[in-house]
């Protein structure tokens, strides 16, 4: 099921026009590369940067489909997997209603900071506020999974005390920017090494391995020592705080939703004009693990629980027993017959998979629904390896979008240089290098 690939001629950089006629003329994946297809916006997108997040979306990508469909001043646009926001972002600034969700608490914070408009002056006013108070105050220290083993104790009394300043003395406007850069000063604080999405103490004994960034990576373990916390998140809110004005005028607020699940979105049939979004990858992304010190300091991990995020969260590494045991076929012959192959070799791993084509069929279903007939959908999605099989998810979940109700009217190819969180796994999971792009149209819904 692998796709046909026709490159572009060398150095061309064609209209949306040019690439569907092309596509409809051979029906192979056309292979572009979206840095060159639209290469850079004017002002700069600070917004972006304002938390890491894995496997974020290149941003290209809704700034093409953005610029070459051209909605409708105020039409809605829905990102079923939000993540960080990117495409929402985009979205607002491009004159549209976002409306998103994602399973991930931290990645609808993100998302929210990103959308709320702030006043720089007052979030001065508050962060001052906090920078005189927090000395005093008592830590706050909510259920962190693993604190000692992540935090030293200065450093999480100075975070505890930081959290209960924030909680008295900033806006709720203000609040979603002030939390956000709090999960960054988390990260930056933390024992974990800055080179990966997911948690992996620093270890000066394995420094050799470290390769050209060793050096880098134990100076910053040395840095901790005398580390000064709160100046660490003085600088994070200022620098997020000019990096999100940057494209925000004024005091004006965009109106927009964000739900939990992509299976159950409370809106109405057919009320969606455009999607954009990249759904979860089999396996292969552990958004929630990725996110537990954040997650943790931020308080939605009560008891030291993951697993509540964990279970609604497609493309999940962990299934429960009753899970386990569902033997519900996708109805995708090719699907099947590969998942009765992989389960040879380790059953787990094609349980795992089975359940994400299901679940995805699932929300490909609740995003049929909601959106009009002839709105166009941006689906992005690359190729992964499941327990050393290529699993070929671009042409799964384009069938369970036919089957939906959504027909293919473009399919192009772009080699990725880095998405975060990409992690060899055993050897079996698998790194990402290429990912397929398709704009699907909403087909007239059966009566
Ligand atoms: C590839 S990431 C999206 C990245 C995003 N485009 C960005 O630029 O940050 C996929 C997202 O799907 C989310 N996700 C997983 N299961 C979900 C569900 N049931 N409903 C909504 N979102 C879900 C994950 O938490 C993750 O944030």
Same mark, same amino acid.
């Given at each position: 099921?692998?796709?046909?690939? /026709?490159?572009?001629p060398?150095?061309?950089r064609?209209?949306?026009?040019t690439?569907?006629?092309?596509f409809?003329?051979?029906? %192979?994946?056309?292979?572009?590369?979206?840095?060159?297809?639209?290469?850079?916006?004017?002002?700069?997108?600070?917004?972006?940067? @304002?938390?890491?997040?894995?496997?974020?979306?290149? &941003?290209? *990508?809704?700034?093409?489909?953005?610029?070459?469909?051209?909605?409708d001043?105020g039409?809605k646009?829905?990102?079923?997997?939000?993540?960080?926001?990117? $495409?929402?972002?985009e979205?607002?600034?491009a004159?549209?209603?976002p409306?998103?969700? #994602?399973?991930?608490?931290l990645a609808?914070?993100v998302?929210?900071?990103?959308l709320t408009?702030?006043?720089r002056d $007052?979030?001065?006013? /508050?962060?001052?506020?906090?920078?005189?108070?927090?000395?005093?105050l008592?830590p706050d @220290?909510p #259920?962190?999974i693993?604190?000692d083993?992540?935090f030293?104790?200065?450093i999480s009394?100075t975070?505890?005390k930081?959290r209960?300043?924030i909680?008295?003395?900033?806006?709720t406007?203000h609040?979603?920017?002030?939390?956000?850069?709090?999960?960054?000063?988390?990260?930056r604080?933390s024992?974990?090494?800055? +080179?990966?999405?997911v948690?992996?103490?620093?270890n000066?004994?394995r420094? %050799?391995?470290?390769?050209a960034?060793g050096d880098?990576?134990?100076?910053?373990?040395?840095?901790?020592?005398?580390?000064d916390?709160?100046? &660490?998140?003085w600088?994070? &809110?200022?620098?997020?705080?000019?990096?999100?004005r940057?494209?925000?005028?004024?005091d004006?607020?965009i109106?927009?939703?964000?739900?939990?699940?992509?299976r159950?979105?409370?809106?109405?049939?057919a009320?969606i004009? *455009?999607? *954009?979004?990249s759904?979860?990858y089999?396996?292969?992304?552990?958004?929630?693990?990725?996110?537990?010190?954040?997650?943790?300091?931020l308080?939605?991990?009560?008891?030291?629980?993951?697993?509540?995020?964990?279970?609604?969260?497609?493309?999940r /590494?962990h299934?429960?027993?009753?899970?386990?045991?569902?033997?519900?076929?996708?109805?995708?012959?090719?699907?099947?017959?590969?998942?009765?192959? @992989?389960a040879?070799?380790n059953p787990?791993?094609a349980?795992i998979a089975?359940?994400?084509?299901?679940?995805?069929r699932?929300?490909?279903?609740?995003l049929?629904?909601v959106?009009?007939t002839g709105?166009?959908l941006i689906?992005?999605?690359?190729?992964n390896? $499941?327990?050393?099989?290529?699993f070929?998810?671009p042409?799964?979940?384009?069938e369970?979008?036919? +089957?939906?109700?959504?027909?293919?009217?473009?399919?192009?190819?772009?080699?990725i240089?880095?998405?975060?969180?990409?992690?060899?796994r055993n050897?079996?999971?698998?790194?990402?290098?290429q990912?397929s792009?398709f704009?699907?149209k909403?087909?007239?819904v059966?009566v």
């Open positions: 099921m692998t796709a046909r690939v /026709e490159p572009l060398h150095g061309e064609p209209a949306l026009d690439l569907i006629s092309r409809d003329s051979g029906s %192979a994946a056309v292979e572009v590369n979206f840095r060159r297809l639209m290469p850079s916006v004017t002002p700069p997108r600070g917004g972006h940067a @304002i938390h890491p997040y894995p496997a974020k979306l290149l &941003v290209n *990508i809704p700034q093409f489909f953005l610029a070459a469909l051209c909605p001043h039409d646009l829905l990102d079923p997997f939000c993540g960080s926001g990117t $495409v929402l972002y979205a607002a600034l004159g549209l209603r409306l998103g969700s #994602d399973s991930n608490p609808r914070l998302t929210r900071a990103k408009s702030i006043n $007052v979030v001065g006013d /508050e962060l001052a506020l906090i920078m005189q108070r927090y000395p005093m008592a @220290i #259920d962190v693993n604190l083993y992540w030293s104790d200065r009394q975070l505890g930081l209960a300043a909680a008295q003395c900033v806006s406007r609040r979603p920017l002030f939390d956000v850069s709090f999960s960054a000063t988390v990260k604080v024992y974990a090494d800055p +080179r990966l999405s948690p992996v103490k620093i000066p004994a420094s %050799a391995r470290y390769g960034k880098e990576v134990l100076r910053r373990l040395a840095r901790l020592e005398n580390v916390v709160a100046a &660490v998140f600088s994070i &809110v200022s620098q997020n705080s000019r990096r999100l940057q494209v925000r005028e004024g004006a607020e109106p927009f939703t964000i739900f939990d699940d992509a159950a979105l409370n809106l109405a049939d009320s004009d *455009i999607a *954009i979004t759904p979860p089999v396996g292969a992304q552990k958004y929630i693990r990725a996110s537990s010190l954040s997650l943790g300091w308080g939605f991990t009560p008891e030291c629980k993951l697993r509540p995020h964990e279970r609604v969260s497609i493309g /590494e299934l429960g027993a009753e899970e386990i045991w569902q033997t519900e076929g996708t109805g995708i012959l090719a699907a099947d017959a590969l998942l009765d192959e @992989i040879a070799r787990l791993r349980r089975q359940r994400y084509l299901l679940e995805m699932d929300a490909l279903a609740e049929a629904r959106m009009r709105a166009d689906l992005v999605v690359g190729p390896l $499941v327990a050393g099989f290529e070929p998810t042409a799964f979940l384009e369970l979008a036919r +089957r939906a109700g959504f027909a293919t009217h473009l399919h192009l190819i772009d080699s240089e880095s998405r975060g969180l990409m992690t060899k050897r079996t999971a698998g790194v990402i290098q990912e792009v704009l699907l909403r087909g007239p059966d």
